[in-house]
């Protein structure tokens, strides 16, 4: 297969914002191109003799990342006016450069499954998640066991920012609990849910890939489909998903961006119950007073607790009683 190559001129300020905005978007995998000097450990784990001489290092990176080539006119368009848009959004709020996309074409490789050689079973505190086509560990003692196939979205559950949310889920749910998952991915977090108790859970998403990778990822965890409903299309400002997505939710998780996040809380709180609670993720760390700030201005919203993965912040909030 022919693969379209992309990359976007940014700064290393920005990557990881591009990285999850891409995810957004469909995009399953990106390389990252930068000069910036590797730590003295990175030195130590490089199997090489001798370093290569980088360039001076000016903050600037350039983010590449594939498309199928054959993907019709209009599917590609479609493709790149979402990503320019995710972009943009992104330059809102850092330091993103110019974020020019140039295109060019790439040989025929298996992009599309080469990403699977790096992802194993791993724990997530009593929680095992194994890749769907590896066996899990015989002699591990977790209660839970979630099978994952991230197809086309974004999610195996190992990102820290999934973690945290996995570790918050399982803490705060309740059996019967009604769940409601806003970026859903590969549906993870909602069989997580499902699996630790919930008796429902929808979840959405902005990329339609979602719906067949979260209903793929079910089907496997033996969740039935009256259980879990998957819509496409955005909470934020599409009244036909406000209306199909409806009340009376006892928890939702918001694994997104944080500008997402900050617009999100204004709505979800009609979603869900009284006292229920909200959990949010995805937050890079130089986002979290802002995204503090906007929960802290709606008296709706009662502040629970914080946790951190490397530079990933989450937060857990309680929508307060009447």
Not at 97 to 114: F, H, M, Y
Not at 241 to 255: F, H, L, Q, W
Not at 262 to 286: T, W
Request: hydrophobic share 40%.
């Amino acid at each position: 297969m022919i693969w379209k190559k992309f990359t976007i001129d940014t700064t290393q300020e920005a990557v990881d914002f591009i990285s999850q905005a891409l995810s957004e978007c469909g995009v399953e995998g990106i390389e990252i191109e930068d000069n910036a000097p590797l730590s003295d450990k990175e030195t130590q784990e490089m199997f090489v003799d001798i370093m290569p001489e980088l360039p001076e290092d000016d903050g600037s990176a350039k983010v590449h990342f594939y498309l199928d080539g054959d993907l019709t006119e209009n599917a590609l368009a479609k493709y790149l006016s979402n990503i320019t848009e995710a972009l943009r959004t992104v330059g809102t709020y850092t330091d993103a450069g110019s974020l020019e996309i140039t295109a060019g074409e790439t040989d025929d490789k298996d992009w599309l499954n080469n990403w699977k050689q790096f992802f194993h079973p791993f724990r997530v505190d009593d929680i095992m998640i194994k890749p769907t086509w590896e066996t899990a560990p015989e002699d591990d003692d977790y209660r839970l066991l979630i099978s994952i196939d991230p197809g086309a979205a974004f999610g195996t559950g190992s990102h820290e920012t999934t973690k945290l949310c996995i570790k918050a889920i399982r803490k705060y749910i309740s059996r019967g609990d009604r769940f409601l998952d806003i970026g859903t991915g590969s549906g993870i977090l909602s069989i997580v849910a499902l699996k630790s108790g919930a008796s429902f859970a929808l979840g959405t998403d902005l990329d339609p890939c979602a719906i067949t990778a979260a209903r793929e990822n079910a089907d496997v965890n033996g969740i039935k489909k009256e259980a879990f409903e998957i819509v496409s299309g955005n909470i934020i400002d599409d009244e036909k998903i406000k209306a199909r997505v409806g009340e009376g939710y006892d928890m939702c998780a918001a694994n997104i961006l944080a500008p997402a996040i900050i617009m999100l809380q204004k709505e979800i709180s009609k979603h869900i119950k009284d006292g229920a609670i909200f959990i949010v993720s995805g937050i890079i760390e130089s986002k979290e007073t802002e995204v503090r700030k906007a929960f802290g201005d709606n008296p709706e919203w009662e502040y629970l607790e914080c946790s951190k993965d490397g530079e990933w912040v989450s937060l857990v909030y309680r929508k307060r009683r009447n």
